[in-house]
């Protein structure tokens, strides 16, 4: 199938939102903020789809079930974060997902869960207090079952992505996540948060050797300029050419990309985009089912 080919052009560089440092409040502020995006998705997802609505879809009835259950622990999550924090907790903000069946309710939840899982593993690295990195960790696992769940359960995909999760950054997770919020109560607080212009991938979900489409507004195009590849631990790179990259081999389950000005980890140094998710998911035998 032929596809069009978008290429990179001139833009505006990253900008940061608040402060300039983490620190254990803010960093409970940033998850606060994340976690209320989650509940307010599946608070409104589930208001906007009945039993009768998933049993049109083709589901059974537990499929709805389970995942108010996964609403009612975001619920509490945000509960517990925002007990902690007092009057320093962000407020909920407007949001839009765009939910236009319950295949898409699907498709988002999977997404969701799968960012706020890597952006927990993100933030216990940044934390100091032992009782705040225990209970950020118990709020993480208890995010990466769900998405195992509705990866396995529902989408009929791979319930693990490999043998680690995929950590992400408070810039990279909020980069993903912040695309669904539309306006925030000025009350709330200012975060370090870097912000870069949005990456948009196409397709979604390649298989290695694939050429994929990279569309991105940049500073300086003539720049060489690299598709890093999140999977686990690893990092993998591939130059990008009048907008197209080379898909490499040995990528697995749910994973990010984002582009980035040299071939090392990605950070503030090299990172000149927002994150994007990839779908590379396989069977039980370990062949692509894409």
């Given at each position: 199938?032929?596809?069009k080919?978008i290429?990179?052009?001139?833009a505006?560089?990253?900008?940061?939102?608040?402060?300039?440092?983490?620190d254990?409040k803010?960093?409970?502020?940033?998850?606060?903020?994340?976690k209320?995006?989650?509940?307010a998705?599946?608070?409104?997802?589930l208001?906007?789809?009945?039993?009768d609505?998933?049993?049109n879809?083709?589901?059974?009835?537990?499929?709805?079930?389970?995942?108010t259950?996964?609403?009612?622990?975001e619920?509490?999550q945000v509960?517990?974060?925002?007990d902690?924090?007092?009057?320093?907790?962000?407020?909920?903000?407007d949001?839009?997902?765009?939910?236009?069946?319950?295949g898409?309710?699907v498709?988002?939840?999977q997404?969701?869960?799968?960012v706020?899982?890597?952006a927990?593993?993100?933030?216990?690295?940044l934390?100091n207090?032992?009782?705040?990195?225990?209970?950020t960790?118990?709020?993480?696992?208890?995010?990466s079952?769900?998405a195992?769940?509705?990866?396995?359960?529902?989408?009929?995909r791979?319930?693990?992505d490999g043998?680690?999760?995929?950590?992400?950054?408070?810039?990279?997770a909020?980069?993903l996540?912040?695309?669904y919020?539309?306006?925030c109560?000025?009350?709330?607080?200012?975060?370090?948060?870097?912000?870069y212009?949005?990456?948009?991938?196409?397709?979604?979900d390649?298989t290695?050797?694939?050429i994929?489409?990279?569309?991105l507004?940049?500073?300086?195009?003539?720049?060489?300029?690299?598709?890093?590849?999140?999977?686990?631990?690893d990092?993998?790179?591939?130059?990008?050419e009048?907008?197209?990259a080379?898909?490499?081999?040995?990528?697995?389950?749910?994973?990010?990309?984002?582009?980035?000005?040299?071939?090392?980890?990605?950070?503030a140094?090299?990172?000149?985009?927002?994150?994007?998710?990839v779908?590379?998911?396989f069977?039980?035998?370990?062949?692509?089912?894409?």
């Amino acid at each position: 199938m032929l596809r069009k080919a978008i290429l990179l052009a001139l833009a505006g560089a990253a900008a940061t939102l608040g402060k300039s440092t983490w620190d254990d409040k803010s960093l409970q502020q940033y998850l606060l903020t994340i976690k209320n995006v989650e509940n307010a998705f599946f608070t409104q997802a589930l208001d906007q789809f009945s039993a009768d609505d998933f049993a049109n879809w083709g589901y059974d009835t537990w499929v709805r079930n389970r995942l108010t259950q996964i609403a009612a622990h975001e619920s509490a999550q945000v509960n517990r974060l925002t007990d902690t924090l007092g009057s320093d907790a962000p407020a909920a903000c407007d949001y839009t997902f765009n939910i236009a069946d319950v295949g898409t309710l699907v498709d988002i939840a999977q997404r969701i869960t799968t960012v706020e899982a890597s952006a927990g593993i993100g933030a216990v690295g940044l934390l100091n207090k032992t009782d705040v990195k225990i209970s950020t960790a118990a709020l993480t696992a208890a995010e990466s079952r769900h998405a195992a769940w509705i990866t396995a359960s529902i989408q009929k995909r791979q319930p693990w992505d490999g043998a680690y999760e995929t950590s992400l950054s408070p810039n990279a997770a909020y980069s993903l996540l912040s695309t669904y919020i539309d306006n925030c109560p000025e009350s709330n607080p200012d975060l370090p948060i870097q912000t870069y212009p949005p990456l948009d991938v196409y397709p979604g979900d390649p298989t290695a050797g694939d050429i994929v489409y990279v569309s991105l507004l940049l500073k300086a195009p003539s720049k060489k300029f690299y598709l890093a590849w999140l999977d686990g631990l690893d990092v993998q790179y591939s130059a990008i050419e009048n907008g197209q990259a080379t898909v490499p081999d040995g990528l697995d389950g749910t994973l990010y990309v984002a582009v980035v000005s040299s071939q090392d980890p990605p950070s503030a140094k090299n990172l000149v985009s927002g994150y994007a998710v990839v779908q590379f998911p396989f069977n039980s035998k370990h062949t692509e089912t894409n």
